[in-house]
């Protein structure tokens, strides 16, 4: 063959795995081994690897969608690693430029959303997912796609990126629930991944429960043999992850319709475990109480009677029933809860301390606020027919209640873990008749008025800072429940109607509803004044 002739042959192009490799191989045209999440191509090359099924790697920060949005997010802080951290470093869920805005984002700003604003920062410290997700990204991508989804109602990032993280964790969590996989490895990676996936669902559905459900399961199963549990040994995910379920499936019951699976989940032998730890913790250090990562100053015994008032309001018991004794224990209860909790306990004209923080303050407040709604609870599944928004008792709790949402400050992190206190007061702050919802004409009604409207303006204001579909879900039952005057006064009664004489309406009675609490009633749960 002479010179010409070689010069003119050249190499067919090599044969390339299009349909499983990744995107940079296939743009080098080179053959991909195929590793995953980095290939060893890439790895070795230290190049950006990035799969067909999975998220696109980003060239910058992350900046927003909308041109006129302004991100100070992405700044890095003192103690991250920096986003040109080597390959070699990086735990496996970190790969991309994007991945580590997002992470930083999370560390920054979403860990404060989700935590007491008041609890250590060391839940909010994000060490624990990189140790238990260092080379399983599909952990690392569960706390990235609540961060991601955050960001998204900032414009800092598409819902899509957080979409691609949910399937990635979604893809790994189910991987690690085969069979072949011991349990013993599997556990902590799958609780901590459906902590985060928890909150990502927190959708108008709910469907996030399902995950503090299989939570629940598996730390009763794995504090069973236990007969007392020292808060000191315990991890932060393990403190985080009890927290977090007792507060989630208190809260949510009553949204739900169906609460029988809700109910056999709950691990109340774990979590009489945890609140005696934490009762024998503060007597050993002179009563002084800890501030809890999600509950922050609010008494977990308290949300222990929460779940359990709230399985009882879909019985209605009455005298003579078995669940009667049940109703008045919790009256006990709540009794024994403000001795033992004095924080709980609020006046009309509470005062906070001056030297305090918006966080601490909102800390006090939402202790108090939670255990005054429990107040009216149990009151009215206790004495379901005598007692109305109309009664004595509930007007002057309302006028505290009031006063005590007045003082809080609906602009600090967490302002979502009060949803629970404001849908009870809200059902309490309901018009009694059509007319009342129009026009008010005394002070009562006045009073129902503007705690509507002052419910309305903080859950708007918190959400403009969480973003929580609780907070969304929480609007929408008080809204329904607001209109159920107007409706019973449009539905035709029968027999003789005196003139000027309206159908009057208990906003309470939502609180018994044996489909959840937002759902509409027959025209035969109201009475008529006479």
């Known amino acids: ?152 109602f900032s414009s800092l990032v598409t819902k899509e990126d957080a979409v691609l993280y949910t399937q990635s964790a979604i893809r790994g969590l189910r991987q690690s629930l085969l069979p072949s996989r011991p349990v013993t490895l599997r556990r902590d990676p799958c609780l901590a991944t459906s902590l985060f996936l928890a909150d990502f669902y927190l959708s108008p559905f709910n469907a996030g429960l399902t995950h503090h459900q299989a939570i629940a399961q598996l730390l009763e199963a794995q504090f069973a043999a236990s007969s007392r549990l020292d808060i000191k040994s315990l991890s932060i995910l393990h403190l985080t992850l009890l927290d977090a379920s007792l507060y989630h499936l208190s809260t949510r019951l009553i949204l739900e319709k169906d609460i029988d699976a809700i109910w056999d989940a709950f691990p109340s032998a774990t979590f009489s475990k945890y609140i005696e730890a934490h009762e024998s913790e503060a007597r050993d250090v002179n009563a002084q109480r800890p501030i809890l990562p999600v509950l922050g100053r609010t008494p977990p015994a308290l949300f222990v009677l929460i779940f359990q008032v709230t399985w009882l309001s879909r019985k209605v018991p009455s005298p003579g029933d078995e669940h009667y004794g049940h109703a008045f224990q919790y009256l006990i209860e709540l009794d024994r ?12 004209n509470t005062v906070l301390g001056a030297h305090g923080t918006a966080a601490s303050h909102n800390s006090e407040l939402a202790a108090k606020l939670y255990f005054l709604a429990a107040q009216i609870f149990v009151a009215k599944v206790v004495n379901p027919h005598g007692v ?47 007319s009342e919802a129009v026009q008010c004409s005394d002070e009562p009604e006045v009073r129902r008025g503007q705690m509507r409207r002052l419910i309305q303006e903080r859950l708007l204001r918190i959400w403009n800072v969480s973003y929580s579909g609780y907070v969304q879900r929480t609007l929408g039952a008080l809204e329904k429940v607001w209109k159920l005057p107007g409706i019973i006064a449009r539905i035709p009664t029968t027999g003789s109607q005196l003139p000027g004489v309206e159908a009057e309406y208990d906003g309470l009675n939502a609180l018994l509803s044996k489909n959840g609490l937002g759902v509409a009633f027959p025209a035969g749960n109201f009475r008529r004044l006479i």
């Not at 191509?41 to 990035?50: A, P, Q």
């Open 337 to 348: 809860i403000e001795d033992n909790y004095p924080g709980v306990r609020s006046e009309e």
């Open 1 to 152: 063959m002479d010179v010409k002739q070689a010069q003119q042959s050249t190499r067919p192009p090599p044969r390339l795995r299009v349909k499983t490799g990744c995107q940079t191989c296939l743009k080098r045209r080179k053959k991909c081994p195929e590793n995953r999440p980095v290939c060893a191509t890439c790895e070795r090359l230290r190049l950006s690897c990035v799969y067909r099924d999975s998220a696109p790697p980003a060239t910058s920060d992350l900046v927003p969608v909308k041109a006129q949005a302004v991100s100070s997010v992405a700044e890095s802080p003192p103690g991250l690693l920096p986003l040109t951290a080597s390959l070699s470093i990086r735990p496996e869920g970190l790969r991309t430029a994007r991945d580590w805005n997002v992470f930083n984002y999370c560390a920054t700003k979403y860990m404060s959303v989700i935590t007491s604003p008041e609890s250590l920062s060391k839940f909010r410290d994000l060490s624990f997912v990189f140790a238990i997700g260092y080379d399983k990204p599909w952990v690392v991508h569960a706390a990235l796609a609540p961060a991601a989804l955050h960001a998204s």
């Open 388 to 434: 109305t928004s109309t009664s004595t008792q509930i007007q002057t709790l309302l006028i505290k209640g009031m006063a005590l949402l007045e003082l809080f400050d609906p602009t600090v992190p967490c302002g979502q873990f009060i949803c629970w206190p404001l849908l009870i007061l809200g059902c309490a702050a309901c018009a009694t008749t059509a």
